[in-house]
């Protein structure tokens, strides 16, 4: 039986749902305008699926988007953005299970928090923990509506502040030197970022190089190496000690490039050092911003409603998923 009854739209598949119909159908008349434009003047772009929303059918629509979470138990909520369309957005995901529950067309407190009402209380109730990073937006809309939840800060975002106050003297240190020095300290920038135990042997004679000819980027290398030292701390404690010792030990000459790490620090340390508790990072979620990334880049001029859908309509968006070792971030 023909469920559209539109003429030249011939039914490929029928995937019936609980709550609608999903119809894929293949167009044999040509259209009178363009779908997108309204325009009369046609030409042949390419073959591309196209999603549309149509009326109920048996009391079903044919097409209806829905948060994952509605239905689904959540227990270690991530929150972070993706660049989409000139504008970042929203990432909403399951870290356990490595999904994209949703995305966000705006990342501020109402947009979060709109989306976590609508939330079934069971489901908020049974969120222990959120990933996140250090956007404050985040922070009070969690505040709000899971109370209850620990926020624990991604370790990497802290890591990565610490690399660009390295990097903040580095650039400061280029001024200083010859062309040829300048164009070298550029080239091996990725070398100073690297933590000293993943680089190879010829990396650490450049390495010893770089910092064994200026004191000055010498301290802040170590001073950057010390501090990712925090994360191998056994507890909380133990953490805390160690970054109030890296503290004493940071030179009044650097204290102006470190800045925003002793700020972030200090403004979101409780957040920070919760990872000592709850050992999860937002490593999937940062995967599942690449994926997304990929659904922008499969097709031209999509808008944002049409990626949420190839995202939340596709069941393989799914980040990789290996042991829980390596989802917890150790």
């Not at 909520?77 to 995901?93: A, M, Q, S």
């Not at 400061?172 to 300290?185: I, V, Y």
């Amino acid at each position: 039986m023909d469920l559209l009854d539109l003429p030249g739209y011939r039914i490929i598949a029928i995937d019936e749902h609980k709550d609608a119909f999903h119809i894929q159908v293949e167009l044999h008349a040509p259209p009178f305008c363009c779908l997108h434009c309204s325009g009369s003047s046609l030409y042949r772009h390419e073959v591309k699926l196209q999603r549309f929303q149509d009326h109920a059918i048996r009391g079903k629509p044919t097409a209806h988007l829905q948060d994952k979470a509605i239905n689904t138990p959540v227990t270690i909520l991530g929150i972070d953005e993706v660049h989409l369309l000139n504008k970042p957005r929203c990432v909403l995901t399951d870290i356990e299970q490595h999904t994209i529950l949703d995305l966000l067309r705006n990342r501020d407190k109402a947009s979060v928090k709109n989306y976590l009402q609508r939330l079934p209380a069971s489901i908020r109730n049974g969120i222990s923990c959120v990933c996140m990073d250090m956007w404050q937006p985040y922070k009070l809309a969690i505040a709000d509506l899971l109370p209850h939840a620990t926020i624990v800060v991604d370790r990497f975002h802290v890591v990565k502040i610490a690399n660009t106050c390295l990097d903040t003297v580095r650039k400061q240190l280029r001024a200083s030197l010859s062309d040829a020095e300048r164009r070298g300290l550029m080239h091996d920038r990725f070398i100073l970022l690297r933590r000293r135990s993943d680089l190879t042997e010829s990396q650490i004679l450049i390495l010893e190089t770089w910092i064994g000819n200026f004191p000055t980027l010498h301290a802040a290398y170590w001073l950057k190496e010390d501090f990712c030292n925090l994360w191998t701390a056994a507890s909380r404690e133990s953490a805390t000690l160690h970054y109030q010792a890296w503290q004493k030990r940071l030179p009044a000459e650097l204290e102006a490039a470190f800045h925003p790490l002793t700020t972030a620090m200090e403004n979101w340390q409780q957040e920070i050092l919760a990872y000592f508790d709850h050992r999860y990072t937002n490593g999937p979620t940062e995967a599942l911003n690449g994926l997304v990334k990929l659904a922008q880049r499969m097709g031209r001029g999509y808008s944002f409603e049409a990626i949420r859908a190839k995202v939340l309509l596709t069941n393989g968006l799914r980040a990789p998923h290996h042991t829980a070792t390596s989802m917890r971030g150790n």
